[in-house]
């Protein structure tokens, strides 16, 4: 009986010695450097910064305070990034990297399998939960009205062997969500609506908008069509197609242009079109 005391009680010494040591003489400064360095040679244009980076238990890496840079703007933010990689997918000869981000008051997590000899081939996977639009670095970047929701979700990536062969898939939700303009639109000052659902597919540097549904109290809205993604993301090629359905108490919104909704909106509603590129988008009726 005494023996098995001491054995647990040295068993616990050395694991409690070996975890403190592993903290502390934790190499964040290299580790850090070691990722900055290949996420800053990844995308050009684009730099990763990290305030610090710490082990964490069950055995892996947290990143804090993660900002991403695009032409040397502030382009997106998270508070921490954990990442743990999964032991048993050694065995398959892949390395699967499960990871949990938060950031804009909301959650993502995932995972990230790829080859363990050398490759270019990536797939990743992820759900987003609770992320608020109002605080994203990027939409207010591109965007020049304050926006608001509730975004959630999931997508898939996948890189194959050639780099230039990604595609990705998503489905997401806005909920609560909202535009309000720095100038009113023909009289309306911001738009509402209870949920948008939205569907992309991307293939090379093609993104295509499946649809973008919304539904509000003033009107309802159906998008489609596709973005060339251009290396500058601002010159970025749009082609966009939708209608919108107005209700009576958008009409009441819009005394200008009333008698104008009226004679253009019948059963399919208003049609419009988005043209131009991301940075200059111009917007005409059908």
């Given at each position: 009986?005494?023996?098995?005391?001491?054995?647990?009680?040295?068993?616990?010494?050395?694991?409690?010695?070996?975890?403190?040591?592993?903290?502390?003489?934790?190499?964040?400064?290299?580790?850090?450097?070691?990722?900055?360095?290949?996420?800053?040679?990844?995308?050009?244009?684009?730099?990763?910064?990290?305030?610090?980076?710490?082990?964490?238990?069950?055995?892996?890496?947290?990143?804090?305070?993660?900002?991403?840079?695009?032409?040397?703007?502030?382009?997106?933010?998270?508070?921490?990034?954990?990442?743990?990689?999964?032991?048993?997918?050694?065995?398959?000869?892949?390395?699967?990297?499960?990871?949990?981000?938060?950031?804009?008051?909301?959650?993502?997590?995932?995972?990230?399998?790829?080859?363990?000899?050398?490759?270019?081939?990536i797939f990743v996977t992820a759900d987003?939960?609770?992320?608020?639009?109002?605080?994203?670095?990027?939409?207010?970047?591109?965007?020049?009205?304050?926006?608001?929701?509730?975004?959630?979700?999931?997508?898939?990536?996948?890189?194959?062997?050639?780099?230039?062969?990604?595609?990705?898939?998503?489905?997401?939700?806005?909920?609560?969500?909202?535009?309000?303009?720095?100038?009113?639109?023909?009289?309306?000052?911001?738009?509402?609506?209870?949920?948008?659902?939205?569907?992309?597919?991307?293939?090379?540097?093609?993104?295509?908008?499946?649809?973008?549904?919304?539904?509000?109290?003033?009107?309802?809205?159906?998008?489609?069509?596709?973005?060339?993604?251009?290396?500058?993301?601002?010159?970025?090629?749009?082609?966009?197609?939708?209608?919108?359905?107005?209700?009576?108490?958008?009409?009441?919104?819009?005394?200008?242009?009333?008698?104008?909704?009226?004679?253009?909106?019948?059963?399919?509603?208003?049609?419009?079109?988005?043209?131009?590129?991301?940075?200059?988008?111009?917007?005409?009726?059908?």
């Amino acid at each position: 009986m005494k023996k098995t005391k001491k054995r647990l009680l040295y068993s616990v010494y050395i694991i409690t010695v070996t975890v403190f040591f592993l903290y502390y003489l934790f190499p964040s400064e290299d580790v850090k450097d070691y990722a900055l360095f290949y996420a800053n040679k990844a995308v050009p244009d684009v730099k990763v910064a990290i305030e610090n980076v710490e082990p964490t238990f069950p055995p892996g890496l947290l990143f804090n305070h993660i900002t991403i840079y695009y032409h040397g703007k502030p382009f997106f933010k998270a508070e921490m990034l954990r990442a743990i990689p999964g032991i048993l997918s050694l065995v398959k000869k892949e390395l699967t990297v499960y990871f949990k981000s938060s950031l804009y008051d909301g959650v993502v997590k995932g995972k990230v399998a790829m080859p363990l000899k050398k490759s270019n081939r990536i797939f990743v996977t992820a759900d987003i939960d609770g992320i608020q639009l109002s605080t994203m670095l990027a939409l207010k970047e591109f965007i020049p009205h304050n926006l608001s929701g509730v975004l959630k979700g999931a997508v898939t990536y996948l890189r194959e062997e050639n780099s230039n062969q990604a595609s990705a898939e998503s489905d997401l939700q806005l909920i609560d969500c909202g535009i309000d303009f720095m100038t009113p639109l023909y009289g309306i000052e911001n738009i509402r609506f209870n949920e948008i659902d939205a569907g992309f597919v991307l293939k090379g540097n093609r993104l295509k908008l499946e649809r973008i549904t919304g539904s509000g109290d003033d009107f309802d809205a159906d998008i489609s069509g596709f973005v060339m993604i251009m290396n500058k993301m601002d010159k970025s090629i749009l082609s966009m197609d939708g209608e919108i359905s107005p209700h009576p108490s958008l009409l009441g919104k819009m005394a200008q242009a009333k008698n104008f909704i009226k004679s253009r909106s019948g059963r399919k509603g208003i049609g419009f079109r988005i043209r131009g590129t991301l940075a200059r988008p111009t917007f005409s009726l059908k």
